[in-house]
């Protein structure tokens, strides 16, 4: 169960631009010998939160009203970008009439299906997921760099605000799925799934890092470095990251509904269908319009809801605002 729930929150994590390369790329090999250090503490801050979510078994339905009215937009058009990426892998790989159309209609429909036992599936494919990223990493990391990682000089702080919205993102997406493994463990065994998740993050991270720094200079800007790389393979190499790409799309796709499910009154019969009728229809906008303007506000707006539910908790807000307007006394005076 343990494992489970930690490769099943991993397999939650990485969706398909964490497969591709290009959220590797992007966040940590462009910044060159400082990109050891952003995977270390992009795998930190994604195993404190899930920590922090486990410990507080921080649940959506309890969100505030205004919260799940903004996260359920923006958690379709994530879905929808998954879905999206799917029907392009079908069209890619299969060359049958409207294969696009059928791709992302049967992985959706699947996602659906998957997400109300989310953790048994997300699991199980985790445990295949990870091994196979791990091995397209090697595969990568055997090439010989084309030319050196010229880049130019690093922004640490903008490396690091980003960061914090790439953690706030992922965490976001998987809130589903941690809050479902912290309702059915223990306190301590939440401790060990965020430490099991934590540890294998962090090898992903380092695995993807090295495996991809080296290219830096030369795929700093390409859509799908992964995808490039293991085209030196020639079919094999591109079917294995097609695989990859697809369980990632999947298993992301999948925490997703699971979350969005949550996010509906429980009085609908029918939540998943609804789910998946909103991602279709976000997908229709296509994958890179979704991932450019979509993911950066749910990775921060996650993160103010997560965090803002405990500030309201704690009646910090409610304490300040129901002393404006009110007439010290002599206790307050003498505080």
Known sequence: MLFSAGFGIVSAVVGAGFASGREIMHFFSRYGPWSWCLC??????????????????????????????????????AGGAMTAAAGELFALNLPLFHAR??????????????????????????????????????????????????????????ALVELLG???LNVT???GIISEAAQQCIAEDRKIISFITTVLLLI????GNAALLPHAGALHRAAL?????????????????????????FSTLTAIIQAMRTLLPQRISWRGGACGCLCGLASLLGFEEIV???????????????????FLKAGTIRRAV???GRTPNKEDNNR
Do not use: H
């Open 322 to 324: 129901s002393s404006i």
């Open 225 to 249: 470095p992964m995808v490039v790389l293991l085209r030196n393979y020639g079919k094999p190499g591109f079917y294995l990251s097609a695989v990859v790409l697809y369980l990632a799309v």
């Open 101 to 158: 159309e059928l791709g992302a209609l049967l992985t959706l429909g699947a996602a659906v299906a998957a997400s109300s036992r989310s953790i048994r599936v997300l699991g199980m494919i985790g445990k295949i997921l990870t091994p196979l990223m791990l091995l397209a990493f090697f595969f990568c990391a055997r090439l010989i760099p084309e030319q050196d990682a010229m880049l130019s000089s690093p922004n640490l702080g903008t």
């Open 204 to 207: 992903l991270l380092l695995a």
């Open 40 to 77: 270390a503490l992009a795998a930190g801050m994604m195993g404190g939160l899930t920590a922090w979510i486990m410990q507080e078994r921080f649940e959506m339905e309890n969100a505030p009203c205004l919260g799940k009215a903004l996260l359920l937009p923006l958690f379709s058009a």
């Open 166 to 168: 790439y953690c706030g």
């Open 173 to 175: 997406l998987s809130v």
């Open 292 to 310: 450019g303007s979509a993911y950066p506000v749910l990775g921060w707006l996650g993160l103010l809801l997560i965090f803002g539910r405990k």
